[in-house]
């Protein structure tokens, strides 16, 4: 764990906690100095300013990028002596704001920058829709950071805290930019002094701290938060010690080793799951992966739940997870296989209420897997109320229009059996005609799937018994064995459906899967035949605009700069902010653009191709309309990947000619007709001789 922890009290000096010194290392980035509090008023923004005034006195260059004082007189009065950046006014639903100003901040490129309120959100017109996106360009660039922050605005705590306080915090901060800090000094201030410091007008402005006291500063809030702020203190603290023991061969009380195993699925429970498992994996100081389990047999996720999984992907990213996707039928089993294989020791997982009969009859995926985790521990966490698990790969509703295919196919089909049937009874008297009924339910689930199957079933019963069985035309059975024979075709004429359905949906499946591996592999074949980048390049850029159907630009550097070497449609134009976006890809080696936290308002997301020595290109990405699902979003890392290597290749194969020709030029080497060492080291002794 990165970063050391202080505790300070309000209006004082910080005073550091005794712990071991971290190993020396080269400073390549700017440093960041979190001071963490548990509410505000508890005296961040005056501690940073009184470090700021005794590192100015002894000619440390510190500036004031952006200070917040909430009209504090004593807070204010610490800005004497200390160089202010101006601010950049910006336009915000008719009012004009006073920003930090970012760009003139890496300008002047001072030692050490104040820039408060770490949780901030900037206008729409900002280069990074949050300000510590904009703390992280500064220490990139080298510039040491100081920030504010209290315990509430971290994306993990966000459900806590509502719980808690009643007040939904709508300005949050990914967890991995606090464990990432390197320094966090926590400012610590009794509630009941807080509370009496928020009456004596020195935390808002009279008028609003009564509304304050009412709502959020009460005693049991404070306390709270005061609480998760100590709590996230010592384990920090306990990192420290337990690396101290390492480096220096020790023996103590060594860390358990948890590994977290979190499952989760397109219910609205998992995100609950996931901000649970945060806290769990920051109190247990454990690593945790997430992960989402597929079937492999047929399709039972739609475009919706998977985007859904998609947003629980990215928010347990930003909470400092990995994520993983799973495919399988048996979802006990794969969840198991994996615990295993990655050594988790406890899973965390969702539940739903259930009905008595759903109890009896269908086990749940959480009552399955508590019997079957041997020697694991198993997390359930439930939803705050109404069903919140969707059982995974449970039927859900057709839409309108399949419903109303699955009809037209059971009512076509039955109809064209009882024909036939009534054409042969008139000929021939049939005792066992009722299995032509089975045809129809067969070919009813062959085209119209499960539903299809199931009406037929009963249209077949219905039809049957109303035509062949005595007395004829009525719904009414005489003789009690056909009542028999009727429940076992009903049933036979089910459970054939059924299979017959799930044959016709796999057969689908591996149709579709079949033509998108078939789609990679021609790409795959066509790419490893080209020699030149340009070939490459134009091949990817035609295989992307057929498979996703959008505009698709690729950017490669050339002369320092980044420059368009393909694009379809070809006159596909990018404007500054695209530009913008796919530079700062190129240069951070990460996405940007649509979607992502940099320049979000950009038609195009570029993706950096990721080569093995480098980036190699980056490649744009029209979003308009519906996002990807989750095929052409596999489709598309499989062919950037692919490019990528292809890219680097031929840049390899380019150098190598060129240092060929120098060789070549200066008489040292011939080209050799063989590429055999012993033949060349042959001839350069040759040439050398001549």
Excluded at 30 to 55: D, E, H, I, N
Aim: glycine residues 6%; hydrophobic residues 45%; proline residues 5%.
């Amino acid at each position: 764990m990165r970063g050391r922890w202080r505790i300070t009290t309000a209006g004082t000096s910080d005073v550091p906690i005794p712990t071991p010194c971290l190993p020396w290392r080269i400073k390549t980035a700017g440093a960041l100095t979190v001071f963490l509090g548990a509410a505000p008023g508890v005296g961040k923004t005056y501690a940073m300013l009184s470090r700021a005034r005794r590192l100015k006195a002894d000619g440390v260059d510190v500036v004031v990028g952006l200070v917040e004082t909430h009209g504090r007189s004593e807070t204010a009065a610490l800005l004497d002596g200390l160089d202010v950046l101006p601010r950049r006014r910006a336009a915000h639903r008719g009012r004009m704001l006073e920003e930090f100003d970012l760009d003139a901040t890496l300008a002047r490129r001072p030692r050490i920058v104040i820039v408060d309120e770490l949780a901030h959100s900037n206008p729409e017109d900002s280069r990074h829709p949050k300000r510590h996106q904009d703390i992280e360009e500064l220490t990139a660039a080298g510039i040491d950071v100081w920030t504010a922050l209290n315990i509430q605005h971290l994306e993990s705590l966000a459900d806590l805290v509502a719980q808690i306080t009643g007040v939904t915090v709508r300005e949050r901060v990914p967890d991995v930019v606090l464990k990432r800090a390197d320094e966090v000094l926590l400012v610590d201030l009794s509630p009941s002094e807080l509370i009496e410091r928020l009456k004596e007008g020195k935390v808002y402005l009279p008028e609003s701290a009564n509304r304050a006291v009412d709502r959020f500063f009460r005693l049991g809030n404070l306390t709270a938060l005061r609480e998760l702020a100590l709590r996230r203190t010592a384990d920090r603290v306990d990192d420290q010690m337990v690396d101290y023991l390492r480096q220096n061969a020790i023996d103590g009380p060594w860390a358990t080793g948890e590994r977290l195993l979190v499952c989760v699925g397109s219910d609205p429970v998992s995100e609950k799951v996931v901000r649970v498992a945060s806290r769990l994996a920051s109190g247990l100081n454990a690593p945790w992966l997430v992960v989402s389990i597929e079937r492999a047999d047929r399709e039972v996720e739609t475009p919706e739940r998977l985007q859904r999984i998609e947003a629980l992907f990215r928010l347990a990213e930003q909470l400092g997870a990995e994520t993983r996707r799973v495919i399988g039928n048996d979802f006990v089993e794969e969840i198991l296989k994996l615990a295993r294989r990655e050594h988790a020791t406890q899973i965390v997982i969702g539940a739903r209420k259930r009905g008595r009969w759903q109890t009896l009859f269908s086990p749940s995926l959480t009552d399955a897997l508590a019997r079957r985790a041997s020697g694991l521990g198993v997390h359930i966490v439930t939803p705050e109320g109404g069903p919140g698990e969707v059982r995974p790969g449970a039927l859900r509703l057709p839409q309108a229009t399949a419903l109303r295919q699955a009809a037209l196919s059971a009512v076509g089909f039955v109809t064209l059996t009882t024909m036939v049937g009534k054409s042969i009874d008139m000929f021939v008297n049939l005792p066992n005609i009722s299995l032509l009924y089975l045809l129809a339910v067969l070919g009813a689930s062959v085209t119209g799937g499960y539903v299809a199957a199931f009406l037929a079933a009963a249209l077949s019963a219905l039809a049957y018994n109303f035509f062949f069985i005595e007395p004829v035309h009525t719904f009414t059975i005489a003789a009690p064995h056909e009542v028999f024979a009727l429940f076992v075709f009903i049933a036979v004429a089910m459970i054939a459906g059924g299979f017959a359905s799930r044959i016709r949906e796999q057969a689908e499946i591996a149709r579709v899967r079949a033509a998108a591996l078939q789609s990679l592999y021609d790409f795959s074949r066509k790419l490893a035949s080209t020699a030149k980048s340009d070939d490459a390049i134009w091949l990817t850029v035609s295989q992307l605009q057929a498979s996703l159907k959008r505009k698709v630009a690729l950017l490669a550097p050339r002369q320092g700069d980044l420059h368009i070497a393909a694009a379809w449609p070809p006159d596909t134009e990018l404007d500054v902010t695209d530009m913008t976006a796919a530079r700062w890809a190129n240069d951070k080696r990460e996405p940007s653009g649509h979607g992502t936290g940099t320049l979000p308002n950009s038609r195009f997301q570029f993706r950096p191709l990721l080569g093995p020595h480098g980036v190699t290109g980056v490649c744009g990405i029209e979003h308009v309309g519906e996002p990807l699902d989750i095929n052409a979003e596999r489709a598309l890392t499989a062919i950037l990947d692919q490019t990528a290597i292809a890219l680097d290749r031929a840049r390899l194969a380019d150098e190598t000619v060129e240092q060929a020709s120098k060789l070549e030029g200066s008489g040292i080497a011939k080209p050799c007709c063989r590429p055999s060492r012993m033949i060349c080291a042959r001839r350069w002794r040759r040439s050398s001789a001549r």
